[in-house]
């Protein structure tokens, strides 16, 4: 008898063997799992693209030492390197967001534990911010105290942003300067806050698919509302820079997006950095399993812009809309 391919993989991964069946699927068998991934989609998520914009609100002089980011203690990539910016960038922005009916407006400061005068600093802008659109808000910002993370939440800052990255296995290879279970007890504490919590990773970091299929277990385990799945954006400078990522054919990067939507079936799984470049001529497949992208660029990558990713969102079938 003929295989199709449906027989290969469950829908319903429990185990990470299970997980890893989705990974090494033959890829003539990728437009079934595709199709069986947008049925689930579908019923979460129906037909719509969550489309949100990442302001870079600190950037650079990072203390820690991430491989794959621009902004690291190590990486001699040339990026631009500011202290907060000036609130006009960060209105600007939201204006543009709220005016083009997008989903959500996202903060990324680079750096790892803050000051309470910075926290309040950044607060102060959240506050005045939200006065004048209100769009939603979500935060990358290191690891907080309580105390500081009730700052942000009074300012009007509902989720944050706080990825895994890769599995507790390979994580020392990524990054010494802080660990992984410091990373899930920040996410466990403003879980506990009541944050929605945003909770991803990157792929081509050198990891194995054990690791990818591990890390997405652990994100599982937290639940998240959203779930960013971002390819590295190799910057020359970077620790990580000439990492082999030959690997990541965009047959393969479907299949990473399509294993986190069932695993996840009711988070917003949203393919981040890099599906510029990973997904090539197949980019408006990954829509079978995300329901959430971004657009105008990255941290420290430029993007494509508002109105390509609109075009890219309409021409696949779908809609986008305010969340
Ligand atoms: S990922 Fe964040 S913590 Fe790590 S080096 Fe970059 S800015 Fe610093």
């Not at 068998?29 to 947008?38: A, H, K, N, R, S």
């Not at 005016?99 to 680079?110: K, N, V």
């Not at 990558?301 to 075009?311: F, H, L, M, N, V």
């Given at each position: 008898?003929?295989?199709?391919?449906?027989?290969?993989?469950?829908?319903?991964?429990?185990?990470?063997?299970?997980?890893?069946?989705?990974?090494?699927?033959?890829?003539?068998?990728?437009?079934?799992?595709?199709?069986?991934?947008?049925?689930?989609?579908?019923?979460?998520?129906?037909?719509?693209?969550?489309?949100?914009?990442?302001?870079?609100?600190?950037?650079?002089?990072c203390s820690q030492d991430c491989?794959?980011?621009?902004?690291?203690?190590?990486?001699?990539?040339?990026?631009?390197?500011?202290?907060?910016?000036?609130?006009?960038?960060?209105?600007?922005?939201?204006?543009?967001?709220?005016?083009?009916?997008?989903?959500?407006?996202?903060?990324?400061?680079?750096?790892i534990?803050?000051?309470?005068?910075?926290?309040?600093?950044?607060?102060?802008?959240?506050?005045?911010?939200?006065?004048?659109?209100?769009?939603?808000?979500?935060?990358?910002?290191?690891?907080?105290?309580?105390?500081?993370?009730?700052?942000?939440?009074?300012?009007?800052?509902?989720?944050?942003?706080?990825?895994?990255?890769?599995?507790?296995?390979?994580?020392?290879?990524?990054?010494?300067t802080?660990?992984?279970?410091?990373?899930?007890?920040?996410?466990?504490?403003?879980?506990?806050?009541?944050?929605?919590?945003?909770?991803?990773?990157?792929?081509?970091?050198?990891?194995?698919?054990?690791?990818?299929?591990?890390?997405?277990?652990?994100?599982?385990?937290?639940?998240?509302?959203?779930?960013?799945?971002?390819?590295?954006?190799?910057?020359?400078?970077?620790?990580?820079?000439?990492?082999?990522?030959?690997?990541?054919?965009?047959?393969?990067?479907?299949?990473?997006?399509?294993?986190?939507?069932?695993?996840?079936?009711?988070?917003?799984?949203?393919?981040?950095?890099?599906?510029?470049?990973?997904?090539?001529?197949?980019?408006?497949?990954?829509?079978?399993?995300?329901?959430?992208?971004?657009?105008?660029?990255?941290?420290?990558?430029?993007?494509?812009?508002?109105?390509?990713?609109?075009?890219?969102?309409?021409?696949?079938?779908?809609?986008?809309?305010?969340?």
């Amino acid at each position: 008898m003929l295989k199709t391919g449906r027989e290969l993989f469950t829908t319903t991964p429990k185990t990470a063997a299970d997980a890893l069946k989705i990974l090494h699927l033959p890829d003539e068998f990728l437009p079934v799992l595709l199709e069986e991934t947008y049925a689930i989609r579908k019923k979460h998520k129906g037909n719509l693209v969550d489309i949100q914009v990442l302001t870079n609100a600190r950037s650079g002089n990072c203390s820690q030492d991430c491989g794959y980011c621009a902004q690291s203690c190590d990486s001699k990539a040339e990026i631009n390197k500011y202290r907060l910016i000036p609130y006009e960038k960060l209105s600007q922005n939201g204006s543009i967001i709220y005016a083009r009916q997008l989903a959500r407006h996202c903060i990324g400061l680079s750096g790892i534990r803050f000051s309470d005068r910075e926290i309040n600093e950044f607060a102060q802008y959240i506050q005045d911010l939200k006065g004048e659109v209100d769009t939603d808000i979500c935060c990358s910002i290191g690891f907080l105290t309580p105390k500081q993370a009730k700052i942000l939440k009074s300012a009007g800052v509902s989720r944050i942003n706080h990825n895994l990255n890769t599995s507790r296995n390979f994580y020392s290879s990524i990054c010494t300067t802080h660990t992984y279970d410091e990373r899930v007890a920040n996410i466990k504490m403003l879980q506990a806050l009541g944050f929605e919590i945003c909770c991803g990773g990157i792929i081509g970091l050198g990891e194995e698919a054990v690791d990818i299929v591990n890390m997405l277990l652990e994100i599982k385990e937290i639940n998240p509302q959203s779930v960013p799945i971002n390819f590295l954006i190799p910057v020359e400078g970077t620790v990580l820079y000439d990492t082999d990522i030959s690997h990541l054919t965009p047959e393969y990067c479907l299949k990473i997006l399509c294993l986190a939507r069932l695993l996840l079936p009711k988070s917003d799984i949203r393919c981040a950095a890099g599906r510029e470049i990973y997904l090539k001529d197949k980019e408006a497949l990954m829509f079978y399993a995300v329901n959430s992208i971004f657009s105008s660029g990255y941290l420290t990558a430029d993007g494509q812009s508002i109105e390509e990713t609109i075009k890219l969102v309409t021409a696949a079938g779908f809609d986008y809309k305010i969340e």
